[in-house]
């Protein structure tokens, strides 16, 4: 199967200070989460090793289990930012498809629609803003299809002759 014609290129920064807000207001309370009880384990682990240490205890799985732990905090940081990005592309994607619709559409493109990605938030809002564009570029040719052809001027729909009127 061919590759779409039209397919867009994948940009991870459409707009980039909005998707440095969204996906840093994604990935930072977790990941503040997630140091906070790192610099905790590390704390306690620490003292457990002096506590052993003191004891005259060997604690040969300690080890292990800090780097488990370590190894954890840095696959789950890295997974929040993974879908920390994906998420501020969803949304962020959207939003300039809809102001970059809008703008064509103002500058006299009645046909433009906003085009979103399958995976793309926002889609219902979408739906109804292409809507209001079908309506918008419907009203805009009935109102040319009802001026005058005769002197090229507009008659607007309240003073248009009434055919049912007994006026004449």
Known sequence: MAPSKNRRKAVSLVDKDRQVQIFLNIFGPPVVVLALTSFMFAFFSRRLTHEALAAG??????GWMIGSAALFLLAATGLIGIQALRVSQRIVGPMFSIRRTFREFLDGDRTKRVQLRREDYLAELVEELNELLRW???SE???TDESDPADGTDVPMSSAPDATSDEA
């Open 57 to 62: 205890a060997q604690l040969p799985s300690l």
């Open 136 to 138: 918008a570029e419907e």
């Open 141 to 143: 040719r009935d109102a």
